[in-house]
Structures are given as structure tokens and as C-alpha cells.
């Protein structure tokens, strides 16, 4: 194993409070009973088995064994949950496991539109803009339709997908054209000019049939905006901490050159991107069955490197880091002694 660190010890990595602890144990027991069935599975990319593992747990201490092929550099999680137990995770643990997930509320939607002011930008040098005054913009995998909501105020035509009924329904409430399905069951009147998956394909189980899907449906002359979290800027969005970055909802992960690989299995070229993962695609009109490149020993050695720094370690010496330790430290002392006013108060003074 490449990180000793990531060892199954069961220990989460995020300070959990109770809600999340409870649901970490009834995932935990899931498995342990078999209702939570796991299954192989290879590279999606190079369809290759041998892999290096970099650990076998995942932030809040959950069984998750990542990889990174051998043969391609693709990070993706095996063995992992089937389907039907990653459904009835996501309905009855994921929401209350991953607590930072926003409620859908007028606050949210603000910030997804200022996120669709970034992504708008992002788009701009691509000329997708110029195909014609208002274009037909889809997104699956929507949420709220906060980052749609933007482009619509720009003159577009939007339409926004997303599984989560809560967000459709609140989104629909501000006068957006969403609906809650999935992108395979949804009758479109034409094709998209542009297609936005931000913070998704890294969940989808069958990537491949996910992105044939996208390389039917897009227009011939559109663009394809894909957003997930790169392996290879931990140290800038994870606090340099591979164990804050792996969670079990995230089957795929991905540098530019991993994304740029699966694109070009499915006929797409890279317009331009980053290792944020933001990144930009078209339909190629060369043929792609060209070999993947190989990024395998940059993704390893970017994260043994990362990992001997020891900088997970030292968030704690960062501004940001004594502030939030000195919090944290302050709320157990008072919680543990009792004294609640004075606990109130001294959150007044750090915040
Ligand atoms: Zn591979």
C-alpha cells in the first residue's frame, strides 16, 4: 500500500459530530452484515486490473480502496458498493455523512450564481459563446440550478437535472426549468449547444455509458464543461491531506491527463483546462484510439510526495489552522467544564 496512513484502522480522519457518527456506524454495520455488497472492478479507461493502492479507508474511516492504475494513472475506488447499495446509501446515509451539503435555500442559489459567473467566464475563451445569441445550456446534475440560474440571466436557454427532489422542487420555485431525472430518461427538443457536469461524473459507477450518452445528445459544434476534484491539487484544496480527499461517494478521481484520457475514448478533445479539475472538450473530428498517456508515476509520486512533506500534520500552524484549534480547543474545555455563558462569550470574541 502506497500510504501506510490510509491503513483500515476504521478511524475517521474529519471530526464527526453525532449525527455523522451514527450514520458512519449503521454504514459500517451495513457491511459488516453484507447488505452493503461490494463488487471488483477494472480501470474504465484502459479496462486494465493491476493497480497500485494507495489506502483502504476514506475520510470518515469507511472501508474504501483506492487505486491508481498501472497502466493509465486513472485513480478510481475497487473494490466499491454495486449500484443498489450506492442507491440506498446515497437515500438513507449520504446527506447526513456529508454534513457540509447546503440546504436549499435562497442563500445556496445566490452561491451557486456567483459559481455560474465563474463557470461563464471559464467558458469564454472556448468561442461557445459566439455559436449564436442564445444558446441551449444543460446540466446534469444540477442540484438547486443555481449555476443555470446564471446563465439564464445572461439570455440563455437552460434545463437542469438532478436526482435530488428537494433542490429540483426549490429550484423550480425560482422560475427555473428543471427537472428530477436522469439524463438518460429526459426528453430534450434539441441538442445542447453546452453541457456542464460539476462535482458529478466523479459519482457516476458507469462512466462510460454516462459519457456515449453526452457524445450522442451534445450538438456537433458544442462544448462539454466538466468539473471534479483533481488528485493532483490536493495540497491546494484538501489542506494537503490525501485522507481529506478520499470519501467513499467518489468512485473516480481524476488529473487533467486521467480526464483527458476517458474523454478521448469517447471521442472528445481538450479545448483547455487545469488540474482544479476544470476542463473543456469538443467532439474530435481525428480518430482517438490512440493509447491513453500514462500518468500513473506523476499521480504516485505526487502523492508520496505530498504525503512525506508531512503537511497534513500542520494545518494546525497555519493562520486559518491556530484560529480554528484554538476554537475547537476552547468549545471542549468549556463543554467538558460546563460553563456555557462563558463558552458564548468567548465565540463572540473569536468570531
Ligand atoms: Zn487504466
Redesign the pocket.
Known sequence: MLLSRLENDGQPELKLNQMQLDMKVQVDRKVAEGRYVFEEVR?P????AEVTVVGKKDRYGLACQTNI?T????GYTSPRMTQASYNEFYNEEYRQLYTSLPQADDYYIYRQERRGKILYDFMRPSGVFELKDSLFVLEVGCSAGGILSYFKQQGHQIKGLDLNRTYINFGKSKGLDLEAKAFKDVQLERKPDMIIYSHVLEHVLDINAELELVKSRLAPDGYLYIEVPGIKEIHKNYRANVLRYVQNAHVFHFSLESLVNLMAKHGFELVYGDQFVKAVFRHSEVDMNAA?HNDHEAVVRYLQELESTGKYKYDAFTPRGIKKNLRAAAIDFLTVTGTKDLLKRVLRTFS
Open positions: 480501470c479507461i484502459c479496462e486494465g492504475c497502466d493509465c494513472g486513472l491513453p
